[in-house]
């Protein structure tokens, strides 16, 4: 039975959240309002629970569930099998990370009535975006 461990996390959006999951490889998540069990690898619940679940199914061959649950401070943390550790480890947890960022980014721009017009890769591995805003200027009669 693989042990699970907690890493603290710095995501505080729930739909980002399954969003970065989504773009990571999961597009199987499970969201819910109160804490739900997670499964090992051989089917039995364990003690620990979390908000948005993928499945072990969707994990790999052997994988237990993957678990982020919220905490009091509204944040969520990872909930990670030292099994999957391999696969899910901190590269793993960088890219997500990354990929819960530019999402940040772009639902900041549009909530501030910017609209995406260009995103691209540099070869540093850094994204730059190009946003635009349409501004009106009404002139005086």
Known sequence: MSHYSTVQTEFA???LLVKALNAVGF???EVHD???GL??????LR???????VRRKFVGVASNDLGFAKRSDGKFEAIISDYDKAELNNKWL????????????VDFAKAQ???LSKA?????????????????VASEI
């Open 94 to 105: 960088v890219r997500l990370k990354t990929e819960y960022a530019k999402l940040a980014i």
């Open 13 to 15: 959006d729930r739909a």
């Open 113 to 115: 009535g910017f609209e």
């Open 34 to 36: 109160e804490p739900t």
């Open 27 to 29: 597009d199987t998540v």
């Open 39 to 44: 499964y090992g690898y051989q089917g039995d």
């Open 120 to 136: 691209t890769n540099t070869p540093n591995g850094d994204t730059r975006y190009v946003m635009k805003k349409r501004i009106f």
């Open 47 to 53: 003690s620990q629970k979390a908000h948005v679940i």
